[in-house]
T-cell receptor, first 117, second 110 residues
Framework: DTAVSQTPKYLVTQMGNDKSIKCEQN?????MYWYKQDSKKFLKIMFS???????INETVPNRFSPKSPDKAHLNLHINSLELGDSAVYFC????????????????FGAGSRLTVL | DQQVKQNSPSLSVQEGRISILNCDYT??????FLWYKKYPAEGPTFLIS?????DKNEDGRFTVFLNKSAKHLSLHIVPSQPGDSAVYFC?????????FGDGTTLTVKP
């Protein structure tokens, strides 16, 4: 049973379209994240939610809008897709106790590869 | 401003030998350091961590060393196995925010 699952795994779309990536975790964690891995393989944090509340919002274009309907789900919606949005997007989760006073170990999903043509 | 750097993009070692992966950081406020391993088409998975108040942590074949004065940490894998072939990310955390290095691809040859 997958701990952090993302859908879709692959997404190919045209510039200008709007798309969403969904993420669900069944670990009982209360903090969820979106990371972007670009062509240079850097993993950069985009957003983090704790119990449905946004706690980290890095410098990300406002075309990207995260939505957390409950603490087990964090979806990423991207408007007006651009070529530079092509990347692998990873969802992750952790326990808020470890985030506040520990090593904050993240559990990652398998990634969603987005290709914008 | 890259706060966590892994200067070796790749490393190749023979099975049974020691693999040493290095990482340098700039932010002295980092409180924990972690290593993640990533196989192709999978997400990173946690391997081992160390608190900034320690200088060594060992877990089986994996040992992480921290040199705070040099702002340097390293991961030792001994003995290396072909299944260890993966991308290894060094991660530093501060107040729960994780900063990733750009990864080192380790290849262990049989």
């Amino acid at each position: 049973d997958t701990a952090v699952s993302q859908t879709p795994k692959y997404l190919v779309t045209q510039m200008g379209n709007d798309k969403s990536i969904k993420c669900e975790q069944n670990l009982g964690h209360d903090t969820m994240y979106w990371y972007k891995q670009d062509s240079k393989k850097f993993l950069k944090i985009m957003f983090s939610y704790n119990n449905k509340e946004l706690i980290i919002n890095e410098t990300v274009p406002n075309r990207f809008s995260p939505k957390s309907p409950d603490k087990a789900h964090l979806n990423l919606h991207i408007n007006s897709l651009e070529l530079g949005d092509s990347a692998v997007y990873f969802c992750a989760s952790s326990r808020s106790e470890s985030r506040r006073s520990g090593a904050n170990v993240l559990t990652f999903g398998a990634g969603s590869r987005l290709t914008v043509l | 401003d890259q706060q966590v750097k892994q200067n070796s993009p790749s490393l190749s070692v023979q099975e049974g030998r020691i693999s040493i992966l290095n990482c340098d950081y700039t932010n002295s406020m980092f409180d924990y350091f972690l290593w993640y391993k990533k196989y192709p088409a999978e997400g990173p998975t946690f391997l081992i961590s160390i608190s900034s108040i320690k200088d060594k942590n060992e877990d089986g074949r994996f040992t992480v060393f921290l040199n705070k004065s040099a702002k340097h940490l390293s991961l030792h894998i001994v003995p290396s196995q072909p299944g260890d072939s993966a991308v290894y990310f060094c991660v530093s955390t501060n107040a729960g925010k994780s900063t990733f290095g750009d990864g080192t691809t380790l290849t262990v040859k049989p």
